[in-house]
């Protein structure tokens, strides 16, 4: 049991910075990444024996639970509260400092699908066979993703942008 809670403390030590990094593009935002984060691998460290008896690449099965959890949390809040008055803003908020960058504010507006088939593929850098074992999905599914959401950041951003594929 011990060793169990040593290798996966290392593993998260290694692995750590990746992690935050594709939540933060998942979600948009350093808190809800760590959140995020910090939820999935508090369900995968409990199971650590078991997940490293299942699958060879850890790294990819913790990537899909995230964007599985950052999309079933989408889908619980994405309800809009329609208000009369616009409520007062009340206190100072720390700036943004992604707020000018117009591609990762497309990017951060693509749907969840979207948004995790572009964070692996161009962020993270996997292959189409790794996003789609890292999401669960067909290649053909990472390929149509890619295609609308490239299409989509064509449009939002106004400039040409490569594509691998």
Not at 51 to 78: E, G, Q
């Given at each position: 049991m011990a060793s169990d809670l040593a290798d996966f403390g290392e593993f998260v030590e290694a692995e750590l910075s990746g992690l935050l990094r594709y939540g933060y593009v998942l979600t948009g935002n350093p808190h809800d990444a760590s959140d995020l984060v910090q939820t999935v691998l508090e369900?995968?460290?409990?199971?650590?024996?078991?997940?490293?008896?299942?699958?060879?690449?850890?790294?990819?099965?913790?990537?899909?639970?995230?964007?599985?959890?950052?999309?079933?949390?989408?889908?619980?809040?994405?309800?809009?509260?329609?208000?009369a008055e616009t409520p007062e803003q009340r206190g100072y908020t720390e700036a943004d400092p992604f707020e000018h960058e117009p591609l990762l504010r497309a990017v951060g507006q693509l749907p969840p699908r979207q948004r995790a088939v572009i964070v692996l593929r161009y962020y993270e850098g996997l292959s189409e066979s790794e996003i789609a074992d890292s999401l669960g999905v067909s290649p053909g599914t990472v390929k149509s993703q890619a295609s609308k959401a490239i299409a989509t950041l064509r449009t939002r951003v106004g400039t040409p942008i490569e594509s691998d594929g």
């Open positions: 369900k995968i460290g409990s199971r650590w024996p078991s997940v490293r008896r299942k699958t060879t690449d850890p790294v990819a099965y913790i990537r899909r639970s995230m964007a599985n959890a950052h999309i079933s949390r989408w889908r619980r809040v994405k309800r809009e509260t329609l208000v």
